[in-house]
C-alpha cells in the first residue's frame, strides 16, 4: 500500500539545477521588491514632504514668491505621489510573483525541507522557518497594500499601520539570505548563485 506523505513533509530534493519557472519567480520577487523598498526608502528618506516642502519654500523665496507651509506640502506631496506610483504597480507584480509562488510550491512541494520533518537539521528548520515568516510578510504586504487601495476606509489606519510594519521583515530577510548564500558558497554548496542565474 502507497505511504501517503503529510504536505508538510513534502519538498523537492537536493537538486543540480533549478527549472527556469522557478527561477523566473525567484528573481522576478526579488527585482519587484527591491523596488518597492526604494519607493519606501524614497518616501521616508530624500522625498520625505517636509523635507521637500522645505526645498520648495526656499527655491520659491528667491523667485520672490511666497506660499504657506500647507501649500509646500501640498506641492510636495504632489511631486512624490508620481514616484510614489511605482509603489503601487510593483506591488501589483509582487502580488503576482508571491501567488506564483504559492502555486508552485503546491504543485512541486517545497526547496527545503519543512520546519516540522523530524528528517530536518536545525539548520535546516531555520532556513525553513525564515522562508515562512517571509512569505507571511510578504502576504501581508500584498493584503493590506490592497485593502489600502479597494477597502473601505473605516480600516484604512489599522492597514496602512500593519502594511507599514510588514514590508520590514524584508531588510533581515535579504541580510539573512545573503548571509547564507556566503556560508553556502564558501562550504559545500558551490555555484548555488550561478545555478540560480543559469539554472
Known sequence: ????????????????????????????????????????????????????????????????????????????KSIRGVMFQWHIYFGYAVGVFVFARFVYMAKFGLHYPSPFSRQATTKQ???????????????????????????PEAIEEQAETIHKLALWYFIPFISLHLAGILVAESGNDKGIVSK????
Open 1 to 76: 500500500m502507497a505511504h501517503h506523505r503529510n504536505p508538510t513533509e513534502v519538498y523537492m530534493q537536493t537538486q543540480t539545477t533549478y527549472p527556469l519557472f522557478h527561477r523566473l519567480i525567484h528573481w522576478g520577487l526579488a527585482l519587484t521588491m527591491m523596488v518597492m523598498l526604494l519607493t519606501v526608502l524614497l518616501r521616508l528618506g530624500w522625498m520625505e514632504k517636509n523635507h521637500m516642502a522645505a526645498i520648495i519654500h526656499q527655491g520659491l523665496a528667491k523667485l520672490d514668491v511666497i506660499i504657506t507651509d500647507k501649500q509646500a506640502v501640498s506641492i510636495a
Open 196 to 199: 540560480m542565474i543559469g539554472g
Open 125 to 151: 528548520k531555520f532556513q525553513a522557518w525564515v522562508y515562512w515568516v517571509f512569505y507571511a510578510g510578504i502576504a501581508f504586504s500584498v493584503i493590506t497594500g490592497l485593502l489600502l487601495k479597494f477597502g
